[in-house]
């Protein structure tokens, strides 16, 4: 089990640009997975962004390709995710979790089917 901390977030303007990020304890992040997913009012959580230091495989949601990118600074135990020309639909409550040995793109499609460990949330408002 992890501990994952979020910081990031606020209201900002379309086509705007924020940083999310999200510090990771408790392990390593040689053998996780680890992803962004967002949960937006009505509707259901998503999976936008994972990676996997597992299988070095990466997946984006379509929305979001060529506008969001997920790093991952191993050194430090820290993720991020940034996110360019946002758009109003983006508002939502951004969250980050952590799996072991897990493809990326399973993890975002499919995170429902497995235990995670989640960070407290963070909410990004995309408003003029």
């Known amino acids: 089990q992890v501990q994952l901390a979020q910081s990031g977030g606020g209201l900002v303007p379309p086509g705007g640009s924020l940083k999310l990020s999200c510090a990771v304890s408790?392990?390593?992040?040689?053998?996780?997975?680890i992803g962004w997913f967002r949960q937006a009012p009505g509707k259901e959580r998503e999976g936008i962004s994972c990676a996997s230091n597992s299988d070095k495989s990466t997946f984006y949601m379509n929305s979001v390709k060529g506008r969001f990118t997920l790093s991952i600074d191993n050194a430090k135990n820290t993720v991020f995710l940034q996110l360019n020309s946002l758009k109003p639909e983006d508002t939502a409550v951004y969250y980050c979790a952590a799996v072991r040995l897990l493809n990326a793109q399973v993890m975002c499609e499919e995170y429902y089917n497995y235990a995670m460990d989640w960070g407290k949330g963070t909410l990004v408002t995309v408003s003029s």
């Open positions: 408790g392990s390593a992040l040689d053998s996780y997975a």
